[in-house]
């Protein structure tokens, strides 16, 4: 194998292995910057040894105590030399003894401990989202900038400030225990549901789905769901996203349009995904207790999952779940969604007058699916010209190009009935 070859095998197995690398570091040195640069001087070494001595059998076990040994040559350096840190090195020393086999043991406690720390509340939401992109998830800062559509000095400004902030508010690496870990699970959820939606639907850009970042959502909702395997709404959420993701292939056309649900080829639909998002809800039946929203969105999606057409969708029972959803997670969108529902189980001037309702909220003031909703039912009620106003209307408010394309077709289409 060539230096070059060599070179580029390294960079598959960092990104496969760069976020448990960094977790365990972080864990050693409780600073996420400082664990990140003591993990990429082991990726360094590893870029100037394996050309020559090879590849290691077990090379994420390699990475990781070396970067291990550079922390504790840290602690000693800084001479933090309380007797209990020398302590805390002494132990960590005495148990890695190059011992690979070992090695793997605490590796979920400490992936979760980071995702802990990236999603702590003293970030902002976006701050949180581009560090976990880039430790948890190794994507490269350029990469998180074109997924967001911001320049790559904004998203390298917004990892810098997250890790001074989490320096600075001294935020222990941890898992938190009792009622402080079921505040700061619903703040990990967020994120991890807030990155899998820019890739489903992408904010703004050329393309419609950014599969990338709904994959990587995936992978840490799979994490999450290892390490936690009693809370119902880490499954919940897993669920949701394995039932969506394996919509994809369907949702797009030949020239990346979006195609709406109803109107998919249902047997695109990836089986192997939906199969695992049902699993995940078998999962949360075991563990038993009340839904929480996102294990109610799961049965949502799942309903249309069971459906072998369009028409045969269980609209009913759909309509059904929206409704405790409003009980559990009340908000303008979920409301949007409802009236969606209802409209297809109980004619479309039922859901109209759930729409109409909503048109003052501010809260949906600029969000471009409310006149789609209403354009909707405004067509299946025969009022086409008020549809095709609808359209327009939305098509100003979307920042994405193959949306904003769809919407000013479907504008004319109604003008054309």
Known sequence: MTTCETHRTIEGIWTVESAKIIAGVARIVQDVSIAEDLSQEALVIALEKWPESGIPEKPGAWLMTVAKRRAIDLLRRNKLRDQKYVEISRNIESKMKYDYDSIDEEINDD?????????????????????????????????????????????????????????????????????????????????IYLMFNEGYVATGGENWIRPTLCYEAIRLGRILAEVLPGEPEV???????????????????TSGEPILLMDQNRALWDSLLIHRGFSALKRIEQIGGSYGPYSLQASIAACHARARTASETDWQGISALYDALVQVAPSPIVELNRAVAISMA????????????????PFLKNYHLLPVVRGDLLVKLGRNEEACAEFKRAASFTQNKQERTFLLKRATDCVKI
Not at 117 to 141: F, I, M, N, Q, W
Request: aromatic content about 4%; proline content about 3%; some cysteine.
């Open 111 to 191: 992936l979760l401990r980071l995702i802990f720390t990236t999603c702590h509340s003293v970030l902002s939401r976006e701050s949180r989202v581009a560090l976990t992109l880039k430790l948890l998830c190794g994507l490269k800062t350029v990469e998180i900038a074109q997924a967001f559509l911001v320049s790559e000095s904004t998203i390298a400004q917004r990892i810098v400030r997250a890790k001074r902030t989490l320096s600075a508010s001294k935020v222990t690496i941890e898992v938190p225990d009792g009622p402080e870990l079921l505040r700061r699970l619903s703040s990990v959820l967020e994120v």
């Open 235 to 253: 499954h919940g959420l897993l669920a949701l996203m394995e039932i969506q993701a394996s919509r994809f292939k369907a949702r797009i056309g």
């Open 346 to 361: 109980y004619g479309p001037a039922s859901g109209l007058v759930i729409v109409d309702a909503l048109e003052d909220d």
